[in-house]
């Protein structure tokens, strides 16, 4: 049985496959039938499971621990895909646990990102083209589709299914079950279905210490937005006035107004 060492000599079981052009760093283990293609990095201390394939074209970053029968930076499941040269990249320190699959970029964008110590829970798929923010947390069965963007610190529930090119904004947490069919705009809890505002996400705002001012702020803003008799347009002006120097306005009132899809 292979073993996490990351400060020990490179580990690789026998009935591993690793290609020669493959670029590993040290202290690194990869276990039982697992699969390393060519033009692949892995970085230092990380741990790669049993029967795990890491197709070309990944990179993976320093400390990572991949378990066992995932698939990381296999083709994109898009139709349009031609057989273009993309990348998926994932940080530091990120845990990917059993059976995720992660899709590698499409001509699009090029590449599909996951950022630092993120935590992808069993059987949580990543289509091409995503970008992850660093301390996201994605629970078990959670499916992304493609081009979807996640904000830093966001907490998926069991089962969430995002749709394609939605963005889900920094802080949020969405509820266990669910879809996002429109963008979830930052520090809120979204919840039911279809998918609503159910309040700031106060208890993950704690953790990450936001102070008792910031969050009300935050609140007062939401309950302006999506609690007030007022059209959503109208609605932002009063905002800006209300809240002059508040840099979570700021950062609220443009994922608003960046929206594409619309938000919930």
């Known amino acids: 049985m292979i073993v996490w060492r990351p400060n020990i000599s ?23 039938y697992s699969i390393i293609n060519s033009n692949v990095t892995i970085g230092n201390g990380t741990m790669i499971g049993n029967h795990v394939t890491i197709a070309p074209g990944t990179r993976i970053g320093t400390e990572c621990r991949i378990f066992h029968s995932s698939s990381i930076g296999e083709i994109p499941q898009d139709m349009k895909f031609t ?4 990348e998926a990249i994932i940080g530091n320190r990120t845990t990917i646990r059993e059976f995720v699959t992660i899709n590698r970029g499409t001509k699009d964008s090029g590449v599909t990102i996951i950022g630092d110590d993120c935590l992808l829970m069993a059987y949580v798929h990543i289509a091409h083209d995503c970008v992850i923010g660093k301390q996201v947390i994605m629970s078990n069965m959670t499916t992304l589709g493609g081009h979807v963007n996640i904000g830093d610190f966001v907490s998926l529930g069991g089962g969430v299914m995002i749709h394609q090119f939605c963005k889900i904004g920094e802080h949020a947490f969405i509820g266990a079950g669910y879809w996002a069919v429109q963008d979830v705009p930052p520090y809120i809890l979204a919840v039911g279905t279809p ?35 007022v059209n959503r347009k109208d609605t932002i002006v009063k905002i800006y006035n209300k809240f002059p120097d508040s840099e979570y306005k700021t950062r609220i009132l443009d994922f608003i107004q960046s929206s594409d899809r619309g938000i919930i």
């Open 10 to 32: 490179l580990q690789i079981h026998p009935t591993a496959f690793v290609d020669s052009k493959a670029k590993l760093g040290s202290g690194i283990s990869i276990g039982p």
């Open 83 to 86: 057989g273009e040269q993309t």
């Open 195 to 229: 998918l609503i505002f159910g309040g700031i996400n106060n208890i993950g705002l704690k953790r990450r210490g936001f102070s008792v001012k910031g969050r009300k702020i935050i609140k007062d803003i939401y309950k302006l937005y999506f609690r007030s008799d």
